[in-house]
């Protein structure tokens, strides 16, 4: 199977770059996954498409302004840190992308916001990120939030003037690097909508890396190298989505990344385990989906590896098919874009 394979043209002009005033109103096409129909939406109207005893599973991770411009001590060159995970049993020691990387070797001191949050180089990894010790006085994460920038993706050229729309409305765990964007369409009114209506909703984590924006550089989709991510499930949310399967009615995963979270945390018979793990779990066509019957999920980038995994769920000639009408319909591609519905 080819990277190529899932390659389609996009104009430029129509990758979102700002979000819409109102979540709720973006676009939502509807593909049914068995004969490759499709219906075009309004994303506030997604209820009708849902059943009394179904449950919709949300990733609550909260993105981070994990971007920060200092300097370095020495000579003041300009420096960008872009914080990726904190290091387990390290409280303030991070992966981090560093900018110029190769001017930022080990024992480089670094210095944002005149002083208010240092940094020491510490290790430069296999894969060229580094690892930073920051020392500070105060709250980290207040400084964080004084000092730092949200994190949005390279295709994002406007400057995002209310940080909160990268973040859904129910994200509460900290530690993303980029938005589980198919949530961003939520309104707490739509959720109370939903759930007034007899859906239930459970929530995981996991925290998003910037490896979800990595472009597949191998010929041969088999060999390209899955990036790692944290995720956590509850004994509750376990319980409510195994429930679900129990008593006939359908999980459907909000973004790839809660689909990701219940696949790797499943057993063969689509169980569902509670605990935490890192996973890679890399989903293209041929894979065999042992939790979800269907997925909310954004417009992807050629050629990467959300699109495969939508690919794997729903077929890939549907899937491009789709994509083709979205181009044609002049729907708006990426984070801050519009929706998808496959069931």
């Known amino acids: 199977m080819k990277t190529s394979d899932f390659y389609y043209d996009l104009p430029k002009e129509l990758i979102a770059q700002d979000p819409l005033e109102d979540r709720s109103s973006s676009r939502l096409m509807c593909l049914n996954r068995e004969t490759g129909e499709v219906y075009h939406h309004i994303f506030k109207e997604i209820p009708q498409f849902l059943n009394p005893g179904d449950t919709l599973v949300v990733n609550n991770t909260k993105v981070i302004p994990a971007r920060l411009i200092g300097e370095k001590e020495d000579t003041g060159g300009a420096v960008e840190v872009l914080l990726l995970r904190r290091i387990e049993g390290r409280e303030s020691t991070w992966e981090t992308l560093v900018r110029p990387g190769k001017r930022c070797r080990p024992g480089t001191r670094l210095s944002f916001g005149d002083g208010l949050l240092k940094a020491d180089v510490v290790e430069v990894l296999e ?18 939030d004084r000092l730092g920038q949200m994190p949005l993706p390279p295709y994002i050229t406007h400057r995002l003037e209310d940080p909160t729309r990268y973040n859904t409305v129910y994200a509460k765990l900290d530690g993303s690097a980029a938005a589980p964007t198919a949530g961003l369409h939520f309104t707490n009114e739509l959720l109370d909508e939903i759930k007034g209506k007899g ?14 924006f990595r472009p597949v550089k191998a010929e041969d989709v088999e060999e390209h190298h899955m990036h790692t991510e944290h995720c956590m499930i509850s004994e509750e949310t376990a319980k409510l989505i195994n429930d679900t399967h129990a008593s006939g009615h359908r999980v459907i995963a909000v973004g790839t990344t809660s689909c990701r979270t219940l696949e790797s945390m499943s057993d063969e018979d689509g169980t569902v385990r509670s605990g935490e793990m890192d996973t890679g779990i890399f989903i293209y066509p041929g894979y065999r989906f042992k939790v979800i019957d269907g997925l909310i999920t954004n417009f992807h980038l050629p050629e990467s590896t ?14 491009l098919a789709a994509y083709e ?6 729907y708006r591609f990426f984070s801050f874009g519009d929706a998808m519905l496959l069931i």
């Open 306 to 319: 959300l699109v495969m995994l939508v690919s794997a769920f729903a077929g890939r000639e549907h899937v």
């Open 127 to 144: 894969d060229g990120n580094r690892l930073v010790h920051f020392t500070y006085d105060g709250v980290f994460e207040e400084i964080l």
């Open 325 to 330: 009408e979205a181009v044609r319909e002049r």
């Open 199 to 212: 859906v239930n909703i459970a929530q995981l984590t996991l925290h998003v890396g910037l490896g979800t």
